[in-house]
């Protein structure tokens, strides 16, 4: 299912944005890709038994299991700061 | 005026599961600063959290051990607020659909505090303010808690004490956290308002944050109590606040008012699924239940015949209350195998932690054989004990220091004959007995047990020494 360059209006009025004439006319088509993509996710859903809660609720049997697993991103989440001694440095200002 | 005091308290407590309780990142202690991190934890964008089984499982172990109602659905909701310690701006928590509701905890009085509800929800990270920077740890970050809402039931400093501690009892018993306070695995928020007595009507309360001791919050209620009762008797009001406590000081001040109360908005977590629990699970864990530490103090005094004051020493302490009940279960007498434990064992156990551990050198077999002896009497209690402190000291068996021999006792003859040897060998005492000292008769039975090296038996040597000096 396509978006209409006035739903597309819509929308933008809605969330408070201005657009060009020709940047609507790129949008409606990124927006085409968009729903075309979402449209695939629904496909797969309807091979799935009709009238499941599945997306909803999640069984108390399925959910994780307490077993540590080391992260491989560990040293990752800190790589982007200067850390000092592995701490998150964070500067105190009074507003 | 007189005032009543009516409080309420906010328990956290830190559960004892290996992970967090929306990563697989270890919960263990310590650590180098953000070594026990993901990006989950840490809040990176785009992170998805993904609950922990057991820490739902320990939320409904929690609310049944408190008389609780386990709800089958139960969601996650965001908590808005924005503070270095929490890296996503919010914190993953419950709002409208705790895993527990309306439970109770019951004091010694027999008054029942009411509990709201438990949910869980996420610790934040570590904040240590230095040098104009604030460093941050998120190591805690995620670990999992929950906490305990109870109802505003609560009327002195000593009703808060009692109900925190038997909150950390209950806790240790069913094995979902350690709750050491001086650790911060167990802090409590207090509600305080005062109201004239006999009247309805709540006042303003005020919340002291973050308690991690039973005295100190005996303490900060009383000078709270004080200081609102003051502020009530010049006909002034008392603001809606949130306050410190100040440990050295013990007076308490404020943290905000009502004016910056935080907004939560507070909203379903979109991340999380809606969980269900069945209520075969929910049977399934009440039935792994063990004994909850009032019905085994209830039993211990009507069932087994213990003083409320041995029981009370002995129920606390899981693994000692393990081992007692294993010595019973060779059917000896519960109250000898309670005071050689509450007795002997006791003397050489020095901190609380070496009685919760509780690991000692004599294995259950040993002290039932130990008491069987004394309930068949053929050893004296006293004996027994001093025998059981040489057992803990060596580790040996009870045949390295109780001979065949030693456990036949003393015919009546050979009793008679030493209690003769005892008024012959004390003409001292004998002469002050007579003269109305009756405490002198104490040094014929020091004799009388050195003598037969504690096989006399007390109560009828005293019958024959009283014949034996008329």
Redesign the interface.
Known sequence: MALTETEIKRLAWLAKLKFTEEELAVLTEDMAEIIEFADTINASVGTLPAGNDFARVCEFDDLRKDEVQESNLSEEVTSNIEAEDGFFPVRRRSL | MKYELVSGLETHVELS???KIF????TAFGG????H???VC?G?PGALP???????EYAIRAGLATHCTINE?THMDRKNYCY?DLPKAYQISQFDEPVCEHGYVELDSGKKIGITRIHIEEDAGKL??ER???????NRGGVPLIEIVSEPDISSPEEAKEYLEKLQLIMRYIGVSDCKMQEGSMRADVNISLRPVGSKTLGTRTEIKNMSSPSFIVKAMQYEYERQAELLDRGEEIEQATLRYNESENTTSKMRGKEDAQDYRYFPEPDI??????KE?IEEVKASLPELPTDKFRRYVRELGLSESTAKLIYPYRNVARYYETVLSKGVSPRTSANLIVGTVYATLKTEEEKEAFSIAVPEAELALLVSYVDSGKLQASKAGSILLQMLESGKPVSAYVREEDLKGLSDEELKKLCEGAIAANPKAVEDFKAGKQKAIGSLFGFLMKQSRGKADVKKAEVILRELLK
Do not use: E, R, W
Request: contains cysteine; charged residues 5%.
């Open positions: 599961t290996a992970t990563c697989s990142c270890t180098a600063p953000n070594t991190c993901c990006p840490t990176m993904i609950l922990n089984q057991k820490v739902v659905i270095p240590v303010h104009g920077f604030t460093f941050v740890d998120y699924l809606t969980v269900h629990i069945p699970k």
